[in-house]
């Protein structure tokens, strides 16, 4: 057999960017079932109707710059996208909410940077603002969740979704939306926390529902922690930091600030903890700076969420840290082994 | 009118503050002479071939930063050399003007020892005084000193002056850098090599 | 067995398969001597050794072959008795694949020790001659990086060394040369030790060992137990790369070292085990480096198992005795999968630094898939045993950012390879590393380089400049002396102050000058700005173009007038000043050219006259036609050179001078080969008697002709000189133009004197008269300024004429005139063509090839001298060279040895460079 010349290391472990994010996306379902337990088939027909588009475009464009398709969608980055989009977007979203979501995040914010790796924002969070900023009617209005109507599997059957989703079913699917927890909290007037809660009963009955969907997300976030997929830095940076701000805030005023724990356990905050804010591309590279850049998405979702316009602030806190991410790895290289001290800046 | 008049006189303050500080500042920092010239001559590999049209690399440099010549006529610094000129200069880095030659491999000259005359030609020709030899002796060129601008190869009468690259020896070797996998963008400049990491 | 010693952690490190069980079952085998041993020159950090034997020579087991060269270096010695058959180069193990010099030894088969003998106490001996006993075994590190054993102990000399770690981590995967060398040789380590804790005098030591070595561990407390040495075995956790040096010293003493400095500048030498039994085996018994312990594993191999193996060992021999199936072999990795490298000819020999031969097969090591994009994962970040940044790097190194790379501590990466294995990504990073650190490297030599050009460039400059200055000087200071003396002169024969304004006339004349070229100048820039204005209205089409036509035409009126004025200016005083001059020249010219055809067609005579054929009538009308135009033109010539100016004259007459001298030479010489002649009894000698006599006579004639036209100026200026008093410049002139002359016939004499010739007296008399003409000139001068004559500098000493390049020009001079007299001597018998003419000239041609021969045979003599002297000067240049080759290699070992004594390399470099300038200085005396 020839022998062949080639650069040290001669092993390497098993494993791949395709299996990294495969790993990622097990993680993904502990949340994914929660959510369609609790809303309905949505959630399940915007991640599978995502995917199929994301991997759609993703071939079409990898094609267009005339590279190996099976290569590239085999690392399996457009499916994560999608998913997580999926996650994010209201379960009864339009079909092409989700098609222009989905262009966005993989031809504009991925692809058009140079594919995987090189760009600088987390895509499904681009594409997430964007959808945001343009529709916000169908961004806000939410599934209701299935306690609320007090008799159990009452949620919208599939074939409803499906129209709701595809079709324009509308009042069918108006009897089962509403406003999340966060959008109550940040339009209730001149309420008070307190007040809020006993005007929306019928939100503080289900919120249940948001809690047990977080849960989920968390659970996912410690098998990704436990398969070393990322660090525990960033997600406890950011949880961590939105605990601290809410609970000052909290104890200052409690009848303006809501409790850290409704903070931490409603809308996106631990599905951007464990599987936004930790994607590697986007986020700081040192450990060092992983704090900081978690930290800097606790602080600017608590901010948002208190006194922006908006009633979820994930996508905007790591879109605004995505961009300051160069800068503070600059600021927190490590110290190397026999340095007295860490660099600092760019040369 | 009073209204008016706070507004002129406190942008006239403005003024006055701020031109005091830059009046301090340009003398506090003030910079001796001009060290761009130097620093862009710092960066030209000195070899004083003229290739760039200019009697030296000096010459080149002072031209480049009075904005009369481009920073891609200097063949032996190369693509490095005009990137790093880019850099500095903070201009767009452009391919090698290849009016002014083609970027070549590290070349010096070898005379030919028996066939050389001890002309002179050659010594007076080096701009580094890197050849040895004396009239009606044969010369020889210092390896170490030589830059490889093969401006003695023109004088030399009987043409046994020989530019050769320079032999990789184990000490010079290196490894050189990864070819690149399927991971390219679309801006990379040779289009053939998704084509080859295809088949 | 605990840990006596507190273990400390470094950051990152992986844990990688460890594949050391296969390898561990049989104990260490004696491969068998092989039949023929390739031993590279160079296989340790430093540079190459020297070869002390020669092709065919016999030599035995234990000899030494090549020899250090410098401080960084090592012995290096046969394995095995045989003859060398070859120094040439061959494969060696490095990454390149590349070939160096290597000693060949065909084996006799006899394995024959040569003498030796170990110490019987080493600690009898003087620490340096102890070290030195061991450098002379040639032991360099064992453990890969192959640094020369003895600069590491001599680093108790200017370093306090207070800890001496023993490096028996072996972390890599595969390797377990180092395990079974504990498990069965524990009591030589231990005396090896002991050996090196002698030399450096450490407060602790420490065996640094990874808790997957059990046996290995057990073997060196029972060792431990029968030694005096007090050392603690220090049991680390098993993590890659915890071997490596700069780790294991964070591991067992919670000290880094300083990015860029040696562990001994904190303290700490670390050895590896491998070395320790190589010192014991060289002390104790006087044993050479020949033999080391091998690993041969990987799934290709048969027997995977470790061989003590003779240092040479081709890896196809070794491969053969392990029963490796070559149809499985993928990948032969020399060192461990880690970092070791990979090879592809099975020739390439085991050296000091092979620990181990990996035959992969490839499902072992299956090719890496290509690499995709870097997902930033951090995965490298969190094994890298040094904290950088590896995927920083990466980005840097693939994007030549090196400035940035470098800036993030690029050159503290120890190449682990861990941040490699890890990536998900398959990203070569390592290699990228390897590729930014050799361009950085390269840049740095590049810059350097150019810095040192530049250098040299700006001296040469500088040099030239002041030569150029210098000459300036010299005819500044020359018109200065002349113009100061006829100041001088002028003020005092007529008070006034003439002078200064001719002298302001000049300046004004050169101002006008320049104004005018600087307007010249200014005309055509504007020309040229009109010029690509119009082109570029052209290009564009753009209106206007006519006006600026008309306006470039106008311009170029402009400049062609400036331009006309200026080189009108310019040439006027230079025309007035030339015209007379070309006339001669003119005129000198036509003489010349009349005088070659007059001697080509004398040569066609001579040759139809010796063929016997052809029209020689005809031709002979045509060389007395001929020899006519020659006189006339040269007649022409002479009379404008002598009418011209009055002073001319001179020219004639040191013409004349110069034309005695060479007869007279030419006569000496024509009388040498006469003699010649008639001692080797030529018929031609009666031939050559007659020319000579003729030549005799021509030289007398030329003589009297020297003495007439001397005394015909002589009257000229006497006569002038007392009309005209009131023009002491011309006097002056004259004066100048007469010292002159008497230098030259002073030279002239000087020759003749020299080449003992009997015109010298003559000679004398003549210079004699000129002198007093001179005398009467000077006198006339002070008489007509009435003042003291300061006397012009008469220096006549000037030196010999050695150089050869004069000698030549004589020699040419002399042949002209020889040529001039052959054709007055065909002159004098007027229309006679008698026969004895002809054949005159034929023994004149005679005569003067003899001459040119003995000039030839002289010039020859010359140039043997110049070449004996030559010889010299080669050698010169060769030490020289030798020299400068021997600084760079010293710079290259320093560059090199970054973890070495860096102190005493650069000391050594100095050395090196002040004897290469010794040479250089002495060489560029020797080229002048």
């Known amino acids: 057999m020839a022998l062949i010349r080639i650069t040290s290391p001669h092993a390497h472990r098993a494993g791949s960017t395709g299996s990294v994010m495969l790993t990622v996306l097990i993680a993904t379902l502990p949340g994914l079932a929660a959510m369609t337990f609790f809303f309905g088939w949505g959630t399940l027909i915007q991640v599978m109707w995502g995917t199929l588009l994301a991997l759609g475009l993703e071939a079409a464009i990898v094609k267009l710059r005339k590279r190996p398709v099976s290569f590239y969608l085999t690392d399996y980055s457009a499916v994560v996208t999608a998913v997580l989009l999926g996650l994010a977007l209201p379960p009864f979203a339009p079909w092409w909410v989700m098609t222009v979501g989905i262009i966005v995040a993989i031809a504009i914010a991925k692809q058009l940077y140079g594919g995987m790796g090189n760009n600088p924002f987390n895509p499904a969070m681009v594409a997430y603002a964007l959808l945001l900023v343009s529709f916000p009617v169908q961004m806000t209005s939410w599934a209701a969740p299935f306690v609320m109507t007090g008799e159990g599997w009452s949620v919208l059957s599939m074939g409803d979704t499906l129209s709701a989703i595809f079709g324009t079913a509308g009042a069918a699917v108006d009897a089962h939306t509403m406003a999340t927890p966060l959008d109550v909290m940040r339009h209730r007037g001149g309420f008070t926390t307190e007040e809020m809660w006993v005007e929306n009963a019928l939100l503080a009955n289900g919120i249940g529902a948001w809690h047990a969907v977080s849960a989920a997300y968390f659970m996912g976030g410690v098998f990704l922690l436990y398969k070393k997929i990322f660090t525990w830095h960033t997600p406890v940076a950011m949880l961590v930091s939105l605990t601290v701000f809410s609970t000052l805030f909290f104890l200052l005023m409690p009848d303006q600030y809501p409790d850290p724990f409704f903070h931490l356990t409603t809308g996106a905050t631990m ?45 905007f806190a790591v879109l605004l840290m995505n961009l300051c991410a160069p800068f503070i790895d600059q600021y927190t290289q490590p110290r190397s082994y026999g340095h007295a001290k860490p660099n600092r800046g760019m040369k | 009118m009073s209204a008016v008049l706070i507004a002129v006189l406190v942008l006239l303050g403005l003024g006055l503050v701020f031109g005091i500080l830059l009046g301090y500042s340009s003398i506090r920092f003030k910079v001796e002479g001009n060290p761009l010239v130097d620093q862009v ?111 003695c190869v023109e004088p030399c009468p009987v043409d046994c002056i020989d530019m050769l690259p320079i032999e990789p020896t184990l000490n010079s070797w290196q490894w050189p850098v990864p070819k690149s996998g399927v991971e390219l963008i679309a801006t990379d400049r040779h289009p053939g090599i998704a084509q080859e990491a295809d088949a | 067995m605990k840990n006596t010693v507190r273990v400390h952690g470094f950051h990152g490190g992986i844990h990688p398969p460890e594949n050391k069980k296969q390898s561990t079952g049989a104990p260490i085998s004696l491969a068998p001597v092989p039949t023929r041993i390739v031993l590279p020159l160079q296989q340790h950090i430093g540079l190459p050794a020297d070869p002390v034997v020669n092709v065919g020579d016999r030599v035995l087991k234990g000899q030494k072959v090549a020899e250090a060269v410098g401080r960084i270096s090592a012995n290096i010695h046969s394995s095995i008795s045989g003859t060398v058959v070859a120094i040439e180069s061959h494969p060696v193990p490095h990454m390149s694949g590349m070939e160096a010099g290597c000693l060949i030894i065909e084996s006799d088969g006899k394995d024959e020790w040569i003498e030796h003998q170990g110490l019987e106490d080493y600690t009898r001996l003087p620490k340096p001659a102890l070290i030195e006993y061991i450098r002379q075994a040639g032991v360099a590190g064992m453990g890969g990086a192959g640094f020369p054993t003895d600069v590491k102990l001599h680093l108790g000399d200017d370093h306090i060394v207070n800890t001496l770690i023993i490096n028996a981590a072996e972390c890599e995967p595969y390797i377990t040369a180092d395990d079974m060398l504990m498990r069965e040789r524990a009591d030589e ?274 040099r030239l400049e002041r030569d150029k200055i210098e000459k300036e000087e010299r005819r500044k200071q020359r018109a200065i002396e002349a113009a100061a003396a006829q100041a001088a002169k002028k003020d005092a024969a007529l008070k006034t102050s003439a002078a200064p304004t001719a002298a302001s006339a000049a300046d004004a004349a050169t101002a006008d000058l320049k104004q005018l070229k600087s307007n010249a100048a200014i005309a055509r820039t504007k020309l040229k700005k009109a010029e690509k204005a119009l082109a570029n209205a052209q290009d564009k089409g753009l209106d206007g173009i006519e006006p600026l036509q008309a306006t470039l035409q106008q311009l170029q009126v402009k400049a062609d007038q400036a331009e006309q004025a200026y080189a009108e200016a310019q040439n006027t005083p230079v025309q007035s000043q030339t015209a007379p001059e070309t006339d001669l020249k003119q005129l000198k010219n036509n003489a010349a050219i009349a005088r070659t055809k007059l001697k080509k067609a004398e040569k066609l005579l001579a040759a139809a006259e010796a063929s016997g054929d052809g029209d020689i009538s005809s031709l002979r009308a045509q060389v007395t036609e001929l020899q006519e135009k020659a006189v006339n033109a040269e007649k022409a010539y002479k009379d404008a050179d002598s009418g011209a100016v009055t002073a001319a004259a001179a020219v004639d007459t040191s013409e004349l001078e110069a034309d005695i001298a060479a007869m007279q030479a030419k006569v000496d010489k024509a009388e040498g080969a006469w003699k010649a002649a008639v001692e080797s009894g030529s018929p031609a000698a009666d031939k050559m008697a007659a020319g000579v006599e003729k030549l005799k006579e021509k030289l ?52 003749a004197v020299e080449s003992d010739s009997p015109a010298a007296d003559k000679m004398a008399a003549g210079v004699d008269k000129l002198k007093d003409k001179l005398q009467t000139l000077q006198d006339e001068l002070a008489q007509a300024s009435g003042g003291p004559v300061t006397k012009p500098v008469t220096e006549t000493d000037t030196p010999p004429v050695t150089d050869l390049k004069t000698l030549k020009q004589q020699v040419s001079i002399m042949r002209t005139k020889l040529k001039k007299a052959e054709k007055l001597l065909a002159e004098l018998p007027e229309g006679e063509e008698d026969p004895a003419l002809v054949a005159d000239i034929e023994a004149l041609m005679l005569r003067h090839d003899a001459a040119k021969a003995t000039l030839d045979a002289a010039e020859a003599e010359k140039a043997a001298a110049a070449a004996a002297q030559g010889i010299d000067l080669k050698q010169l240049k060769i030490d020289a060279a030798m020299a400068r080759a021997a600084v760079t290699k010293a710079e290259r070992a320093l560059s090199k040895a970054e973890d070495g004594n860096i102190q005493s390399l650069e000391e050594e470099l100095l050395a090196a460079q002040a004897q290469a300038d010794k040479l250089n200085s002495t060489l560029e005396r020797f080229s002048e």
């Open chain 3, 189 to 462: 380590i231990l005396g090896g030790i002991e050996i090196i804790a002698h030399l450096l005098q450490p407060l602790h030591i420490m065996v640094g060992i990874e808790d997957n070595k059990p046996q290995a561990i057990r073997a060196l407390h029972a060792a431990l137990d029968n030694s005096p040495l007090n050392l603690d075995i220090v049991i680390t956790p098993t993590k890659y790369p915890s071997g490596g040096e700069k780790q294991l010293i964070k591991l067992l003493t919670d000290v880094e070292v300083p990015s860029g400095k040696i562990p001994a500048d904190v303290g700490i030498v670390c050895q590896n085990v491998g070395t320790t039994t190589a010192i014991y085996r060289a002390v104790a018994y006087g044993e050479p480096l020949i033999s080391r312990v091998v690993t041969v594993t990987g799934q290709a191999a048969g027997h995977k198992q470790n061989y003590e193996v003779r240092i040479g060992t081709r890896f196809c021999d070794l491969l053969d005795h392990a029963d490796v199936r070559r149809e499985q072999m993928h990948r032969l990795i020399v060192g461990g999968p880690m970092m070791g490298i990979t090879v592809i000819n099975e020739q390439i020999p085991v050296i000091k630094t092979t620990n181990c031969l990996i035959a992969g097969s490839i499902e072992e090591m299956p090719p890496q898939p290509p690499a995709q994009a870097c997902i930033r994962c951090g995965m490298c970040e969190q094994v890298c045993p040094v904290e950088l940044l590896p995927q920083q790097l990466h980005w840097f190194a693939k994007g030549k950012e090196f400035e940035k790379a470098r800036h993030h501590n690029l050159f503290d990466c120890i190449e682990c390879g861990a941040c490699s294995y890890v990536c998900p990504s398959n990203i070569p990073l390592v290699q990228y590393y390897r590729f930014a650190k050799a361009e950085i490297r390269k840049e740095d030599a590049e810059q350097r380089k150019a810095d040192h050009a530049r250098i040299r460039f700006e001296a040469r400059l500088e």
């Open chain 3, 700 to 751: 007398t004639t030329l003589q009297d002709e020297l003495a007439n036209v001397q005394s015909l100026p002589a009257t000229t200026i006497t006569t002038t000189v007392t009309t005209a008093t009131i023009n002491t410049a011309e006097l002056e002139a004259d004066i100048s133009a007469m010292q002159a002359k008497v230098n030259k016939a002073e030279n002239a004499w000087k020759a």
């Open chain 1, 271 to 315: 599905l951007g903890a464990f599987f936004i804010a930790t994607d590697p591309v986007t986020s700081a590279t040192s450990n060092k700076g992983k704090l900081w850049f978690g930290a800097g998405i606790g602080l600017l979702v608590f901010v948002i969420r208190s006194w922006g316009n908006y009633p979820d602030a994930v996508a």
């Open chain 2, 41 to 151: 001559d710092s960066l030209l590999p000195q070899t004083q071939c003229g290739q760039c049209g200019h009697p030296g690399c000096r010459p080149y440099a002072e031209a480049i930063v009075n904005n009369e010549e481009a920073i891609n006529k200097c063949p032996p610094g190369g693509q490095s050399t005009i990137e790093a000129l880019a850099d500095l200069l903070d201009v767009e880095a452009t391919p090698l003007d290849s009016e002014h030659g083609e970027e070549q491999i590290k070349k010096v000259a070898y005379i030919r020892e028996d066939e050389c005359i001890g002309c002179t030609k050659c010594i007076q020709a080096c701009p580094v005084d890197a050849i040895l030899g004396a009239a009606k002796q044969m010369h020889t060129v210092i390896v170490s000193e030589c830059t490889g601008c093969d401006l």
